[in-house]
């Protein structure tokens, strides 16, 4: 297994480099901030900026956690990668991760200043401190807008909470994923996005049909409201639980998408299995 690494200061552009840089390298994984990607799909990890404190955050990063670790290697061992990008602050922190996840030692060690030009890095520079915005080198799908955004968010709407203030804390307030590629964009229809939830929620046990299915595009995430009919017998919370689970999994497993919820709104019961 060949391991490389690029490495340069927080904000310089380093994970809205890899994916070209991995596609360059023929790398098979990008291991980032606490994450181990493979092409559009996460395998294993958790985001270090999703992380509530920097500590929290340095430790998601380095894989210090041993349940972490261990769950990021069966991820490695399993694709059994040719290729390995690490991206990291520093040479440093870069063999840390190596170290920790059981890698080989590198073959080449890259510095953001070698990809990318001072313009480049002055330009990441100003949008991570304007905007706080981190990208997760994961590209994900984009949804043709093709269909309505007729919903607003549906907290908003069906819990109607009171507005709390705004909790601030030292992470970037942002986690995108692009919707680029090496090879340029990829798009999924709405009926082809309906086809597969439909499938997938109909797969599960206690579940007649699916019914409506409303999608709400936001800029990185996409939210649906599914309104199922439900076999009497089964137990509703139960069934509605799986149907989240399988939707979830399905639809980003095949398209790449971040889905952030599935709401399940049971509005009907049938009294006939068949």
Not at 46 to 71: H, M, V, W, Y
Not at 92 to 101: D, G, T, Y
Not at 124 to 148: D, G, N, W, Y
Request: hydrophobic residues 40%; glycine residues 4%.
């Amino acid at each position: 297994m060949e391991v490389f690494a690029l490495t340069g200061p927080s904000g310089t552009g380093k994970s809205h480099r890899a994916i070209a840089l991995a596609h360059e390298l023929d790398a098979d994984l990008i291991i980032d901030d606490g994450l181990v990607i493979k092409g559009t799909q996460i395998l294993a990890g958790l985001s270090a900026k999703r992380q509530p404190t920097r500590i929290g955050a340095i430790k998601t990063a380095l894989f210090l956690d041993k349940n972490d670790a261990e769950l990021a290697r069966s991820a490695i061992v399993e694709i059994g990668p040719q290729r390995v990008l690490i991206l990291a602050t520093s040479t440093r922190m870069a063999e840390k991760i190596r170290n920790n996840l059981n890698l080989d030692s590198f073959s080449k060690v890259i510095s953001i200043e070698e990809v990318a030009s001072p313009k480049e890095i002055r330009k990441a520079r100003m949008l991570r401190k304007q905007h706080s915005k981190h990208v997760i080198p994961a590209p994900t799908v984009e949804v043709q807008k093709t269909f309505p955004d007729t919903l607003i968010d549906p907290l908003q709407v069906f819990l109607r909470r009171k507005s709390t203030p705004e909790i601030k804390s030292w992470s970037e307030q942002s986690v995108v994923r692009p919707s680029f590629t090496s090879y340029g964009k990829i798009s999924v229809s709405h009926s082809a996005l309906i086809s597969i939830i439909t499938r997938a929620a109909e797969e599960i046990d206690g579940v007649k049909k699916t019914g409506r299915v409303h999608i709400t595009r936001l800029e990185q995430d996409v939210v649906f409201d599914i309104f199922p009919t439900i076999i009497h017998g089964y137990n509703l919370k139960t069934v509605s639980y799986k149907v989240q689970l399988a939707v979830k999994k399905r639809v980003e497993y095949m398209t790449g998408l971040s889905v952030k919820a599935v709401n399940v709104l049971v509005k009907d019961l049938s009294f006939k299995s068949d």
